[in-house]
């Protein structure tokens, strides 16, 4: 069993950045491919970003590719999302997401293959 919290989301002008932060309950966590994904108002969750358990594969939307990068420190039990040039688009609410794949590399980019979520963390970006 593995329980996300995030944190780090607020308020921004774009532009602007802000460092997401998901830690982790559990020991095995280093263990864990880990998502972002996010949900606008009314629109589905979609992906965002994603890391393997050792944090050499990540994948990345193309709507924040060279905007995001997602990391982990696996000694902390802590997954990041930093988000630099911040538009008004990238506003919704914030999850990070853990699974357990059983290949190689383990990592995804589909919400179904994800087994814990967190409860969600609210960024707005101001025009």
């Known amino acids: 069993q593995v329980q996300l919290v995030e944190s780090g989301g607020g308020l921004v002008q774009a532009g602007g950045s802000l460092r997401l932060s998901c830690a982790a309950s559990?020991?095995?966590?280093?263990?864990?491919?880990m998502g972002w994904f996010r949900q606008a108002p009314g629109k589905e969750r979609i992906f965002v970003a994603a890391?393997?358990?050792?944090?050499?594969?990540?994948y990345y939307a193309d709507s924040v590719k060279g905007r995001f990068t997602i990391s982990r420190d696996n000694a902390k039990n802590t997954v990041y999302l930093q988000m630099n040039s911040l538009k008004p688009e990238d506003t919704a609410v914030y999850y990070c997401?853990?699974?357990?794949?059983?290949?190689?590399?383990?990592?995804?980019?589909?919400?179904?293959?994800?087994?814990?979520w967190g409860q969600g963390t609210q960024v707005t970006v101001s025009s």
């Open positions: 997401a853990a699974a357990f794949f059983n290949r190689v590399p383990s990592i995804s980019r589909r919400a179904i293959e994800y087994d814990y």
């Open positions: 559990g020991r095995t966590f280093s263990s864990y491919g």
């Open positions: 890391i393997s358990w050792s944090g050499g594969s990540t």
